[in-house]
């Protein structure tokens, strides 16, 4: 039973780093060494701030909430939360997060296949993400036990190659850069992975349920928390190799497309043959999370159209026929659409989430305190 939850928990940490290491996790953190070669420990220290510590405090948060999405927005009351869940779904998946994520893979194919077409890629894209969605409750355990370790094994040799080849580095990257320092607050912002931990957290909540069966609720809620550092920990180690990987190359990457970055650094370390091998990699990463975040677009549109009784196929196809059309304004232009959205949605959202923590752990210690007190 031990090793059972212990392999659980870490599937479950597995699936969310996999479902949040997409396009915007892979392009980032290498433009942010390339932008910022000097000072990029305070690029690196901004963008974990808002790519995964607060990200991280949105699945513990919602973990306590025992993975109810309903309950997370509940403070903004009815109209509130509806609004905001559109918004945030809308960007989630079929005009942002799930196009951007079709340009990025795109760069890895193009790698590989200079002649094919971005509409002819992205089409194929839909239909291979929409094949892996329709099933949805398979989701989480097919991303932890299949697509984890392959993502994980090839980026990590991807990492380790690239610095091996790379010139090192001589300059004092210590010194604090309050500019680099936001820049990296900002591209954390882009990443999308606060509200991609809201649901991230309840499919990963709802697979631990599950399979813990008859367990306790603080059991289960060591297990959700345990799976949400799982994922960070893996996060904060990817992004740290990946801007590592942008210093060491940026006299290189000036001028390359933000789609073209890593495929550009693999074909400089590791040579042509190898580019395949990583290109086909990128394209996993992105297309994973197209179909985390796909998924969670379309059971919310469902249920928003459930009176009309539009199934949850017809809503899947629609949307990614939109995310089709959407993915030919580029990742540049689907960033540019993003970011005053996401300026004023990501304030809301960190108070949202630091409400919770104050109310789910003052409840706890008065918990305890009326325990102790009864004694």
């Known amino acids: ?19 949040f290491f997409g396009a915007g996790n892979i392009v ?63 960007i989630e998946g079929p005009f942002g997060i799930v196009p951007r994520c079709f340009n990025v893979a795109y760069g890895g194919c193009k790698a590989m296949f200079p002649s094919v077409s971005s509409w002819v890629f992205c089409g194929f894209s839909c239909i291979c993400v929409g094949a892996m969605t329709v099933k949805k409750e398979h989701i989480v355990p097919f991303i932890g036990k ?11 040799l991807l990492v380790l190659f690239g610095l091996w080849q790379a010139t090192p580095s001589q300059e ?8 680099a320092f936001n820049a990296g607050i900002f591209a954390g912002y882009q990443t999308y992975d606060l509200p ?25 809620l060591i ?10 920990l893996l ?35 590791l040579g042509r043959f190898s580019t395949y091998v990583y290109s086909l990699v990128i394209m996993i990463a992105c297309l994973t999370t197209a179909v985390a975040a796909i998924s969670v677009w379309t059971t919310f549109v469902t249920k928003l159209l459930r009176p009309w009784k539009i199934s949850y196929e017809t809503v899947l196809i629609v949307s990614l026929g939109i995310a089709f059309i959407v993915s030919s304004l580029g990742f540049s232009g689907i960033v540019q659409f993003m970011q005053p959205i996401l300026q004023y949605m990501y304030p809301i959202l960190i108070g949202i989430t ?18 102790l007190l009864t004694r």
């Open 196 to 220: 991609g931990a809201i649901y991230f957290s309840s499919m990963a909540m709802g697979f631990l349920t599950v399979l813990k069966k008859g367990q306790s609720k603080r059991t289960l």
């Open 354 to 371: 630091f409400v919770h923590l104050w109310r789910e752990i003052r409840g706890i210690y008065q918990r305890k305190r009326n325990s």
């Open 28 to 90: 980032f953190p290498p433009i942010l060494g390339e932008a910022w070669p000097d000072t990029w420990v305070s690029a690196i220290s901004g963008f974990c701030l808002t790519g995964v510590l607060v990200p991280l405090l949105g699945l513990i948060a919602v973990v306590l909430l025992s993975g109810s999405v309903e309950a997370f927005f509940s403070p903004l009351g009815t109209v509130g939360a509806f609004l905001l869940q559109a918004a945030i779904m809308a």
């Open 223 to 232: 297990k959700g928390i345990s799976a949400s550092c799982i994922s960070a």
């Open 172 to 179: 004092d990257t210590m010194r604090f850069s309050l500019e």
């Open 235 to 269: 996060l904060v180690a990817m992004y740290v190799a990946f801007i590592c990987l942008g210093v060491q190359y940026s006299a290189v990457l000036v001028g390359v497309a933000p789609e073209d970055v890593l495929p550009r650094i693999v074909d400089l370390s």
């Open 1 to 19: 039973m031990a090793k059972s939850n212990v392999g659980g928990t870490l599937l479950a940490g597995g699936a969310i780093f996999a479902m």
């Open 146 to 156: 299949f697509l984890t370790p392959i993502k994980l094994g090839f980026l990590s």
